[in-house]
């Protein structure tokens, strides 16, 4: 291929209905055929980035190498196609209308009136294109947020619309809706898809591609019926109906030929059949478990799944890893205390402190962390979890009774976790915290360098604050060795107690990197010594 390609995937009805995950799984069909693929999303939200958001609001923030804050569907995107994702692939309304006031304050307009159209449609589309030319993709899908008829989604569909005029024969529109069931009448209805493509329509541009998400099994009457009413082929009409996991899906997208037929109406002759092995491996595994463990997953957002998604994802690569089945409890810290914590996790064969900001919940996991290394339990403390375990020990074990972070006591006399120095300075929130990959260093014959089995690692990261070195010989002294260091600023990046069974607190997050044909080392780690610690 010569030119890139451009798919939109829109949706209707109602949002959730899963148009990363049905971008992703043709991304990974393409994929799968040889084809360069990438995916970015558009979210119609007035923030730069999702940085500043509650995780109640949109659930995981989630971080590219290069350090970009983004949408957690970027994520899916990373896990399904195993190639890294960055800046350009995420962009908001709010970055647009960011960039077009810079420039209207630069003069880059020289003086003319500054409107929706043409300059705010014209830097969606110079978006949409920029990935087309930073790296030359054979396809480029594009992920729109929100729902057709939203107002905050219109100039994203206009900017379509013009894209289809523009770039004429190489685009395309896959539009996801839902077709309900009715339990009353036992009826699938179509109207809602119907009156969804009408919207679209109206907006000036009409669907190549539908995928219909369905309870369901879709007769062939309703495809007849929904091609009729929405001016699509009958076999561009396509099921997507609910399964067990996310990553059965391409295998469902395949069943359905939508890789087939994305390439059809392109008028591409398939380089070859998608090599699906490695991934129908991983599902076996999946499916197929020999094991069984409980985690505890401590966190103050447990009532929201979304907010550790990359976690819970990690936690499903690994387990097939290790051909396990992990059953997660989520326990909100705010409800671990002295007298609650034994009973909350007394069924816990392995414990994650989940990462965080703030105060809420910061006693609850700190007695987490006690209790895992009292009772010798698998431990894996991510971020703030990490944290926790510092100031755990420090007040447990160095006797520092008053030790805690900055965070959370600006006039703790053992600030055992400080701001980083180049954070003392920074006064706004978006987009300043340390984030994105950086180098590590690894104590050979430690359990991290046992899990990735090298000495220079990279992570990504999202924080403020770090271990205080100057604490840093008394914890080895009393037993807790800092194993990975950043080989540059001697930030300490890794802790774990090697006299535990396994006990490993990282300040990076390395739920980020896991994918489903690379499980991240740690998480396999750390399965596996819950595993073999179970069958002692």
Not at 43 to 53: E, F, Q, S
Request: aromatic content about 8%; glycine content about 6%.
């Amino acid at each position: 291929m010569t030119t890139t390609k451009y798919i939109f995937v829109t949706g209707g009805v109602t949002s959730s209905l899963g148009k990363g995950i049905i971008s992703a799984s043709l991304a990974k069909l393409l994929q799968a055929r040889g084809y360069s693929v990438t995916i970015q999303k558009l979210d119609p939200y007035i923030n730069v980035d999702p940085g500043t958001l509650n995780p109640y609001e949109h659930g995981e923030c989630y971080v590219t190498e290069d350090g970009a804050e983004t949408d957690l569907d970027l994520g899916h995107y990373e896990r399904f196609l195993n190639v890294h994702t960055s800046q350009a692939n995420n962009v908001t309304t709010g970055r647009i209308y960011q960039d077009v006031i810079t420039k209207e304050r630069r003069g880059d307009y020289l003086g003319k009136t500054v409107q929706i159209i043409p300059h705010i449609t014209d830097e969606i589309k110079r978006r949409i294109k920029i990935l087309g030319t930073l790296r030359k993709y054979d396809f480029v899908i594009t992920e729109i947020g929100g729902t057709v008829g939203d107002i905050e989604s219109l100039p994203y569909i206009e900017a379509v619309r013009q894209l289809r005029w523009e770039l004429k024969n190489q685009t395309l529109v896959i539009h996801l809706t839902l077709v309900p069931y009715l339990a009353a009448t036992g009826e699938l209805k179509t109207k809602p898809t119907q009156h969804s493509v009408k919207t679209l329509q109206e907006e000036g541009v009409q669907p190549d591609i539908l995928v219909l998400r369905t309870e369901h099994p879709i007769s062939d009457e309703i495809r007849t019926k929904v091609a009729n009413f929405c001016n699509v082929q009958k076999e561009d009409v396509i099921e997507s109906h609910d399964v067990k996991t996310i990553y059965e899906v391409p295998i469902e997208m395949q069943k359905e030929k939508l890789d087939e037929i994305v390439l059809r109406q392109f008028g591409i002759e398939p380089k070859k059949s998608p090599d699906l092995i490695p991934w129908k491996s991983f599902l076996n595994k999946l499916n197929n478990p020999k094991h069984e463990v409980n985690i505890a997953l401590v966190g103050k957002y447990v009532e929201l799944k979304d907010a550790y998604k990359s976690i819970n994802e990690a936690f499903i690569h690994a387990g097939a890893e290790n051909e396990t089945k992990i059953n997660i409890s989520y326990i909100h810290s705010e409800n671990v205390s002295e007298e609650t914590c034994a009973e909350l996790l007394k069924s816990a064969e392995g414990i994650i402190v989940a990462p965080g900001f703030g105060h809420r919940g910061i006693n609850g996991k700190i007695l987490a962390v006690k209790y895992a290394r009292e009772n010798n339990i698998p431990f894996l403390g991510i971020c703030l979890g990490m944290q926790c375990a510092v100031i755990e020990f420090a007040r447990n074990v160095l006797n520092l009774e008053d030790a805690n972070s900055l965070e959370m006591d600006r006039k703790c006399k053992n600030p055992v976790i400080n701001l980083m120095e180049e954070q003392k300075m920074i006064t706004e929130k978006g987009g300043t915290m340390r984030l994105g990959a950086y180098p590590c260093k690894l104590v050979k014959g430690s359990n991290a360098y046992n899990a990735y089995k090298t000495i220079e690692i990279s992570e990504r990261h999202r924080h403020r604050y770090e271990f205080n070195n100057s604490y840093l010989d008394m914890f080895s002294e009393a037993g807790m060795i800092a194993s990975g260091i950043n080989p540059e600023t001697q930030l300490v990046e890794i802790i774990e107690i090697p006299s535990h069974k396994w006990f490993i607190g990282v300040q990076f997050h390395p739920e980020y990197k896991s994918t489903v044909l690379a499980p991240h080392p740690l998480f396999v780690s750390f399965i596996k010594a819950v595993v073999n610690n179970n069958n002692r």
